[in-house]
Every structure is written in structure tokens, then in C-alpha cells.
Nanobody
Framework: QVQLVESGGGLVQAGGSLRLSCAASGRIFGTYAMGWFRQGPGKEREFVAVISWSGTSTNYADSVKGRFTISRAYAKNTVYLQMNSLKPEDTAVYYC????????????????WGQGTQVTVSS
């Protein structure tokens, strides 16, 4: 059984920071790519960032490059998303996902999903 549990969301003012965490159970963590996606009100789920199973490769959506950083801690089976310089348009439910394909940017490439954590950025 694979479970992904996100935490760290909340309400923050524009320009502020948050760090999201995703704790993974099961045996996939060391072999699967881990991604973050988000879904804003009335919008489709969109790619935010991905890190390879080895942690040596990352990829970001253009909208978050230079502001967000994805990382993973193998000892804790956890992946993080550090979000700085937050903007109101970053408001969304953020989802953690795990999949076998490094660098995948489409939701269909991921077989495991967390329940999501709400991030709200006020102007």
C-alpha cells in the first residue's frame, strides 16, 4: 500500500513563503520520481515541479522557476516544495504525486497521489 500525505499549506500574504512536505509510505520512494501539481479554482490540475528518483534532476513550470525549489530527503521518505515570493495566482490545492517516469509533467504519468493541501496567497 502506497500513501502520500501532504502538509504545510496555509494562508500567507503575497511575497511570503511556505514549505510543503509530502511523506511517502511504501517502497516506492527510493525508485520513483516525485512531483508536485496544483489545481486552482475552476482550473485544471497543472504541473509545478518534479524531482527524479535519484534527486539529481529537477524540472519546474515556467511560472514558478526561480521561486520554488523541490527537494527530497531519503532518510525521511519525504519530498519538499519550498515556495518563496508567493503570488495570489499561486493559490491552489497542491498535490504530491509519485510515478516511475523521471521528469514527467503530465498528471497521467503518476500513479499515486496525495489528498492535497490548500495554499492561499492574499494580496
Amino acid at each position: 500500500q502506497v500513501q502520500l500525505v501532504e502538509s504545510g499549506g496555509g494562508l500567507v500574504q503575497a511575497g511570503g513563503s511556505l514549505r510543503l512536505s509530502c511523506a511517502a509510505s511504501g517502497r516506492i520512494f527510493g525508485t520513483y520520481a516525485m512531483g508536485w501539481f496544483r489545481q486552482g479554482p475552476g482550473k485544471e490540475r497543472e504541473f509545478v515541479a518534479v524531482i527524479s528518483w535519484s534527486g539529481t534532476s529537477t524540472n519546474y513550470a515556467d511560472s514558478v522557476k526561480g521561486r520554488f525549489t523541490i527537494s527530497r530527503a531519503y532518510a525521511k521518505n519525504t519530498v519538499y516544495l519550498q515556495m518563496n515570493s508567493l503570488k495570489p495566482e499561486d493559490t491552489a490545492v497542491y498535490y504530491c504525486a509519485a510515478g516511475p517516469t523521471s521528469g514527467a509533467v503530465v498528471p497521467g504519468a503518476y500513479g499515486y497521489w496525495g489528498q492535497g493541501t490548500q495554499v492561499t496567497v492574499s494580496s
